[in-house]
C-alpha cells in the first residue's frame, strides 16, 4: 500500500494544494468525523464515503465536507484526494481502498492522520482500554474552561462541545496550545504518538483480535510511555501499569491507593433531590505528596469516573494550574454521549444508555449506577464483535451479577464475521449456567417490547453495548416520554405558580406574527421570564420534564415550520433583558434589546462603531448567536464581553477574546441563552456617526425589498454571492403560493401575502435543485429552519 507515517502526512498536508480534498473512508466513526472537524478547522476540504447516515454525517455535511453513502471506486476516481484515511472498521477488500492503491494515492490509517495533526501542537495523550473517551472529554472541557483555547479529539459526541474534534490555529505568538486527545490502542496505533504528556488509566485482555495476548497489549503501551517526553501520569491501584511506568523519568502516579503520588479520597456521593432528581453529584479529596491539594465535585457516577477525574486533575496540576481554578474547570462538566447517558427520566422511570461492552466496563457501570436510587436495575445488553465475545466469554458470565434482570440480544458483528459457536443465546446460556436469571431476546424490536412490558415505577434501565442497541434504546425513551406528557393546564399550572407575576407564560402561541417573514405555527408554550431567576426555573423545569426549548429572539432569522414548534419557546422580551446602559465607552446590553435601539442608543451618547448595527432587524441575543454583521463589521468585532446562562440555569461571564465565533455564527450560543453583551464603541459625535447610520440606511433600502423576509435566505457560496447567482439562474421573480423570489435582491424570499412556511420551503428547494443542476452549486441555508412539518 502507498502508507505514510505521520511525519510524511504533516508535510504532505502542509503542501496540499487548498482545493485537493482529504477523502475519509469510513466517515461517520466518531473517531474519523473527528478528523473530517479538525481537515476542515484547518480549512482542507473534505470528502469521503459511510454505508449509514448518522448525525456525525450529518454534522460533517453541514460543515461542507462531501460525504457519499455507499462506498464505490468511482467516487474515487471523481474525488482523486490528495490523501485517503481510513478506519479500522473497513475491509480490506474495500473497492475504494483498492482504487486509491491503483491510482497511487497515499493512504493512511486513522491514527496517522490524527498523530500528524497532533504533533503540531502541545500534546496531552489520554490512553487506556476503559474510560479513555469521557476522561479526554473531561480534560479538554477543563482547558476550554481554563481559556487555554485547546484542540481535541474525543471518541464522541460531547453535548457541551458543538463538536467532539476541533484545531484552534495558532495566534501570533501563542505557539504552545494544549491538544487533549483520545489515543486509541485497539489496532496498534498507540505508537503512533509521541505525547508531551499522557495520561495511562488502565490495561487490560481487550482487543484480542488484534493482539496475541495480554503481553502484546502491554508492549504496545510501554512503546507509547517511552515515547512520552513529559509526565506519564498512571494509575496506581492497577498493579500491572505500576510494573511497566513507575520508572518513567516523567512518571506520576494517582488513584485510591495509599501510595499514589496524587491520592483520592471520596467524600460523599449521590444525588440532589430525591428519587429520579437530575443532576448527579460526586465530592472528593485529592492529596498531592502527603498535602491536601483541595476539594473537587464531578457530575459524573462511580469509583472510575473519580478515578479518571483524579487522572485530568494530576495533569492540570502538573501543566501548572491552581487547584481552584481546576475544581472550577471539571465541576461544571456533564458527560458524553452513550457514557452513562441519560436518555430519559420521570417519576416512574429513569433510562440510561452506555456504551459498555467490555466486562471491566460493564461491571464498573453497574457498580455506579447502583448508586442511584432506584428499585430494581434493569439491563439489556448487546453484545459487541464475535471475536470479543470469544475470548472473553467467561469474563462475561459473572459481570452483570448486580443487575436484577437481565436480557441479552445478538451479537453485533462490527463488520466480523461469524465464529461458528458463538452467539448471544450462548452467551444467555453460560451466564444461566452460573445461576444468573437472563432472557435471550433475539432483536432489538423485540428487546424494546420486553423490557417495556417489565418496567416497574422506580426502575433503572440500563441499554448497554457499542452496537446499534442505542436505537432501541432512544425509541423506548420516546415511547415513554410520549406517555409522560403532562396534559397542557399542569404544566401551564405549574408555571404560573412558580413564576413570578411579571414574567408571562401562554399555551398555543402563534409564531407567524413573532418572526418577520410571518409564517410558522404555533408553539406549544410560550414563555417571556421577567428576570434571570425565572428564566433558570423555566430551563430547568424543561430539562425535569424532558420539555424541548428554543430561544426566540425578534424571529429575522428564522422560519418555522407550518406545524409549529413542539416545546417551549423562550423570548426574552420582558424589560430586565431589553435594557440597554452606556458607561464611558461601553454599551450594556440585554440580550432582548432590538440591534437598531442600540444603534440609536450609541449614537445619543457619541459611541462610534455601531452603526452597522442599525439596519439588522434582530435582537442582541440573535446577533450574538449569529455572529451578525453588515457593511463590513459583525458582531463579535464590538463585543467585549458575554454573559450566559447553561441548561442547567447557571449563569457564566466570558470575555469575547476567550470565545470561538466564525462566519455568521458563534456555536456557543447552540446550547447556551444569551443574556447579554457589552460592546465597546469609540467616542465621536453624534453628527458623524448619525451621517454614516443614514448612509447605511439608505444603502439598504436601496438594495434590499422592504416586504416581510427574514433576510438573506442562503449563505454564500465560496464561488459566487448567492443573490448573484440565483439573478443568473433566472429566479427571480419566482412564486409558490404567497412566496416570492424578491425583484430586489435574488436572495431575499418575501412574504407577499398569505405564504405558509410550505411556500417558503418548496421556493428554497427549487432555487437549491436549480443551483445543483446549473452550475453543481449546494446551496446552504443561511435562515433557521425550525419547528414541525404540518401533520
Ligand atoms: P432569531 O431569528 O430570533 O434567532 C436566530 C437564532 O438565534 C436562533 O437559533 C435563536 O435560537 C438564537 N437566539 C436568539 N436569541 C438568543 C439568545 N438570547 N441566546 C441564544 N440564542 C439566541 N443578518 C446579518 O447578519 N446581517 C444583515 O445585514 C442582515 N440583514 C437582515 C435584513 C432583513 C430584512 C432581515 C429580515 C434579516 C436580516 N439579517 C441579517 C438576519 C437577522 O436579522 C440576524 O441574523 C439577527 O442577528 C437575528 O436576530 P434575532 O434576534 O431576530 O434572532
Not at 188 to 194: D, S
Not at 201 to 223: G, K, P, R, S, T
Amino acid at each position: 500500500m502507498n502508507h505514510l507515517n505521520s511525519e510524511q502526512v504533516d508535510k504532505l498536508l502542509r503542501g496540499a494544494a487548498p482545493n485537493s480534498p482529504v477523502y475519509l473512508l469510513g466517515a461517520g466513526g466518531c473517531g474519523m468525523s473527528g478528523l473530517g472537524h479538525l481537515l476542515l478547522d484547518l480549512g482542507h476540504r473534505v470528502m469521503g464515503s459511510d454505508l449509514v447516515l448518522n448525525e456525525e454525517i450529518r454534522q460533517l455535511r453541514a460543515r461542507g465536507a462531501e460525504i457519499h453513502l455507499g462506498h464505490t471506486d468511482g467516487q474515487i476516481k471523481a474525488a482523486f484526494p490528495v490523501l485517503l484515511v481510513y478506519s479500522s472498521a473497513i475491509r480490506s477488500d474495500n473497492p475504494e481502498l483498492a482504487m486509491a492503491e491503483q491510482l497511487r494515492i497515499p493512504i493512511v490509517r486513522r491514527a496517522v492522520l490524527l498523530a500528524a495533526l497532533v504533533r503540531r501542537q502541545r500534546s496531552l495523550c489520554v490512553a487506556g482500554m476503559h474510560g479513555k473517551t469521557t476522561t479526554t472529554a473531561l480534560l479538554a472541557f477543563a482547558l476550554e474552561m481554563l481559556n487555554t483555547r485547546p484542540s481535541y479529539a474525543i471518541g464522541a459526541l460531547v453535548p457541551q462541545f458543538a463538536h467532539h474534534a476541533r484545531f484552534r490555529r495558532e495566534s501570533g505568538a501563542s505557539s504552545h496550545l494544549f491538544f487533549a486527545v483520545e489515543a486509541d490502542e485497539s489496532d496498534g496505533t498507540l505508537r503512533e504518538f509521541h505525547p508531551d504528556c499522557a495520561i495511562i488509566l488502565n490495561v487490560d485482555e481487550e482487543h484480542l483480535d488484534y493482539y496475541a495476548n495480554l503481553e502484546a497489549v502491554c508492549q504496545e503501551f510501554e512503546i507509547f510511555a517511552r515515547q512520552t517526553s513529559g509526565s506519564l501520569i498512571f494509575c496506581a491501584d492497577d498493579a500491572r501499569l505500576t510494573e511497566l511506568f513507575a520508572r518513567h523519568p516523567g512518571a506520576v502516579s494517582y488513584g485510591f491507593h495509599p501510595l499514589a503520588k496524587y491520592r483520592l479520597e471520596p467524600k460523599n456521593i449521590g444525588e440532589t433531590g430525591s428519587l429520579f432528581a437530575n443532576r448527579r453529584w460526586a465530592r472528593f479529596e485529592v492529596w498531592h505528596g502527603g498535602e491536601r491539594l483541595g476539594e473537587f465535585n464531578i457530575q459524573l457516577l462511580g469509583e472510575k469516573n473519580l478515578s479518571n477525574a483524579c487522572a485530568v486533575i494530576a495533569l492540570l496540576h502538573q501543566l501548572g494550574f491552581g487547584p481552584s481554578e481546576i475544581a472550577r474547570a471539571i465541576g461544571a462538566f456533564t458527560g458524553v454521549v452513550r457514557r452513562q447517558q441519560e436518555i430519559f427520566c420521570d417519576s416512574r422511570f429513569r433510562l440510561i444508555d452506555d456504551y459498555g461492552h467490555h466486562p471491566a466496563e460493564i461491571q464498573a457501570t453497574i457498580e455506579a449506577l447502583k448508586r442511584l436510587p432506584h428499585r430494581r436495575l434493569l439491563v439489556a445488553f448487546q453484545p459487541h464483535r464475535f471475536t470479543r465475545t470469544h475470548y472473553l466469554l467467561n469474563q462475561f458470565t459473572t459481570c452483570f451479577a448486580s443487575a436484577d434482570r437481565l436480557w441479552v440480544t445478538e451479537v453485533y458483528a462490527a463488520s466480523e464475521a461469524e465464529i461458528a459457536g458463538i452467539n448471544g443465546q450462548k452467551l444467555a446460556e453460560a451466564i444461566r449456567a452460573r445461576g444468573q436469571a437472563v432472557e435471550w431476546i433475539p432483536t432489538l424490536a423485540e428487546l424494546r417490547v420486553a423490557v417495556r412490558a417489565a418496567i416497574l415505577p422506580g426502575d433503572l434501565v440500563l441499554f448497554l453495548g457499542a452496537g446499534d442497541i442505542t436505537r432501541a434504546a432512544h425509541e423506548l425513551a420516546a415511547e415513554l416520554s410520549k406517555e409522560s406528557m403532562l396534559p397542557k393546564e399542569q404544566l401551564l399550572a405549574h408555571f404560573s405558580e412558580n413564576l413570578s407575576a411579571d414574567s408571562l407564560i401562554r399555551a398555543d402561541e402563534p409564531l407567524a406574527k413573532r418572526t418577520t417573514l410571518r409564517v410558522g405555527g404555533r408553539a406549544d408554550f410560550y414563555a417571556e421570564p421577567a428576570s434571570e431567576a425565572d428564566l433558570a426555573k423555566i430551563v430547568n423545569f424543561c430539562a425535569e420534564k424532558h420539555l424541548r426549548f428554543i430561544i426566540l429572539g425578534r424571529g429575522s432569522n428564522l422560519l418555522i415550520r407550518d406545524g409549529g414548534v413542539r416545546g417551549m419557546v423562550i423570548c426574552l422580551a420582558r424589560p430586565w433583558f431589553t435594557r440597554l446602559e452606556v458607561q464611558g465607552e461601553r454599551l450594556h446590553c440585554g440580550a432582548g434589546a432590538k440591534l437598531k435601539i442600540a444603534a440609536v442608543e450609541a449614537r445619543r451618547h457619541g459611541l462610534a462603531g455601531l452603526e452597522f448595527l442599525e439596519g439588522i432587524p434582530g435582537s442582541i441575543g440573535g446577533a450574538l448567536r449569529m455572529n451578525a454583521g453588515a457593511m463590513g463589521s459583525w458582531m463579535f468585532e464590538a463585543v467585549e464581553s458575554i454573559r450566559f446562562m447553561d441548561y442547567f440555569g447557571n449563569v457564566h461571564e466570558r470575555k469575547a477574546s476567550e470565545v470561538y465565533v466564525e462566519y455568521r455564527g458563534c456555536p456557543l450560543f447552540k446550547d447556551h441563552v444569551a443574556l447579554g453583551a457589552v460592546l465597546k464603541g469609540q467616542t465621536a459625535s453624534p453628527e458623524v456617526i448619525a451621517e454614516r447610520m443614514n448612509r447605511y440606511s439608505a444603502k439598504r433600502w436601496d438594495t434590499q425589498p422592504a416586504a416581510p423576509s427574514a433576510g438573506c435566505i442562503f449563505k454564500n457560496p465560496k464561488t459566487i454571492p448567492a443573490g448573484k447567482l440565483i439573478e443568473e439562474l433566472g429566479l427571480k421573480g419566482t412564486r409558490v403560493g404567497g412566496a416570492v423570489v424578491s425583484d430586489v435582491h435574488g436572495n431575499f424570499i418575501i412574504n407577499q401575502g398569505g405564504a405558509t412556511a410550505g411556500d417558503v420551503l418548496n421556493l428554497i428547494s427549487i432555487i437549491k435543485l436549480r443551483a445543483k443542476e446549473a452550475r453543481n452549486i449546494e446551496l446552504e441555508t443561511e435562515v433557521e429552519i425550525l419547528g414541525d412539518e404540518l401533520s
